[in-house]
Structure formats: C-alpha cells, structure tokens
C-alpha cells in the first residue's frame, strides 16, 4: 500500500492510501489528533502504522459502499482501533434474501454529521454504483466520492440493476 499526503495543514492532514495492484483508493484524515479511515482495504496493518505515524487515535472507520469491487477492512480495522464502523444501511442487505448484515455497524444516511477533532464530516447518500453509496464532505472543502467518480467517468449504475434510474 502506497501512502501519500495530499493535505498537510495545522489543523487538518490527509493522507490517500492506494493499492495499486488493486486500482483502489482509501483514505486517512487526521484533525487534532483524531482521525477518521474511509475506504480501508484489506490488510489494515498499514493503517495502523500510519495513524501511529501520525500520533492520531481512529475515532471513526466509515465505508463509503459495500461491494464486491471493494475489499473492505473496514470491520477488522474498527475491532483493532475500538472505532465505531459506519456504513449505509442499503449496503448492509444482501441483494438476494434481503437478510441483513451479520456484523456491527452504525448507520450512515444522509445529512448525518461525522465530527472528530475540528473538523465534520457531511453524509451525502449518493445511489449509483450501490444502492447505498455514500460521498463524504470534509468540512465544506474536500470530498471523498467513493466509487461514484473517477477521472474520466462516473461508476458503473448497471450494477445494482436501476443503470436508467440512476
């Protein structure tokens, strides 16, 4: 996993966490010394040692959809750190049986507000991709879209099987 900052002010740090074998993004912010994980991958070891790097305690993993395209950390990386997991509700229902998740979590909807050290976090519901897909605004300044934008593109609304609705 690749680590770089892409952010560095007094009050506020974020660090983009990629596994380039993978395409995938994820990141750490960090505000007076609380810090919130969005999108961990697999193997949260290395957050663990950036968070450490960076003398901050995990006071939030959140992840922004749940989906096959995205191997999630999200609940080891919340049982290591004792951080509340968050994640939409729609995205903790299997498609099939409707069964709901076997696991903890808190749930994320829209408008909800995430605040750790001096900074809040704004829940933007964000279907497309997943029914359950969640943006996050960082203190009306940085967002953190999820699977929702790329570069070139928007993500793929064909697989939740609502592409004309979406």
Known sequence: YEALTVADEPELAIVQVARPSRGCLSWIAVSDGEAVVIDPLRHVDRY?????????????VIDTH???DHISGGRALANKTGAPYYLH???????MDMLPAPFDFEFLHERRHVSFGGSTLDVLHVPGHTLGAVAL????RFL???DTLFVDAVARPDLGGRAEAW
């Open 48 to 60: 663990l040692e950036l968070l450490e790097a960076r003398e901050a305690r995990a006071v939030a």
């Open 66 to 68: 749940a989906h096959a």
């Open 89 to 95: 509700p729609y995205d903790a229902i299997h498609p």
């Open 137 to 140: 605004l960082l203190d009306e």
């Open 144 to 146: 953190f879209a999820g």
